[in-house]
């Protein structure tokens, strides 16, 4: 079974629509995550959820919005999509209260905007 | 600002030999750091960490240093072998939640 899970794996959409990413976790952890890799290949942090709570939130459009049904999905929705949201899409998990912890990553969702 | 950075992007070593992997860092409030290996079209996992407070971290041919005066580390890996060809990235970790990636370095192993 697949521990971090995002659907779609691609994705590629007209400038100006609305979108959304799907996560799933079965790992039992307290903390998602959306990560951004850009086109340098840096990471890059947008948002986590810790018990439905946002704790870190970058300076990222308010185009794009967390939601968290419950502490097993975390989903990443983009409306108005622009050129720039072209990137790779990871969702990642980590299991709270452990010193050093590990990110769990899914296996990303490549999103092309034409 | 890229608080993580890995300068080379990328490095190819013979099998059997070492590979050393290098990473700089400016945020000296980091707890941890990560380092994640990438395969194509997979997410980043896990290989190895080190805490702030120790200089040296080992896991079988895999071998974190950490030089805080210098704000650097590097990932040891001996004997590279081919299975080894992949992205790594380097991670500083903060308030527990907290994670910068540096840009990878691509490594390639060569029989």
């Known amino acids: 079974d697949t521990a971090v899970s995002q659907t779609p794996k691609y994705l590629v959409t007209q400038m100006g629509n609305d979108k959304s990413i799907k996560c799933e976790q079965n790992l039992g952890h307290d903390t998602m995550y959306w990560y951004k890799q850009d086109s340098k290949k840096f990471l890059k942090i947008m948002f986590s959820y810790n018990n439905k709570e946002l704790i870190i939130n970058e300076t990222v459009p308010n185009r794009f919005s967390p939601k968290s049904p419950d502490k097993a999905h975390l989903n990443l929705h983009i409306n108005s999509l622009e050129l720039g949201d072209s990137a790779v899409y990871f969702c990642?998990?980590?299991?709270?209260?452990?010193?050093?912890?590990?990110?769990?990553f899914g296996s990303g969702t490549q999103l092309s905007v034409l | 600002d890229q608080q993580v950075k890995q300068n080379s992007p990328s490095l190819s070593v013979q099998e059997g030999r070492i590979s050393i992997l290098n990473c700089d860092y400016t945020?000296?409030?980091?707890?941890?750091f990560l380092w994640y290996k990438k395969y194509p079209a997979e997410g980043p996992t896990f290989l190895i960490s080190i805490s702030s407070i120790k200089d040296k971290n080992e896991d079988g041919r895999f071998t974190v240093f950490l030089n805080k005066s210098a704000k650097h580390l590097s990932l040891h890996i001996v004997p590279s072998q081919p299975g080894d060809s992949a992205v790594y990235f380097c991670a500083g970790l903060y308030n527990n939640n907290d994670m910068r990636f540096g840009a990878g370095t691509r490594l390639t192993v060569k029989p």
């Open positions: 945020n000296s409030m980091f707890d941890y």
């Open positions: 990642a998990s980590s299991q709270d209260g452990w010193a050093g912890e590990k990110l769990f």
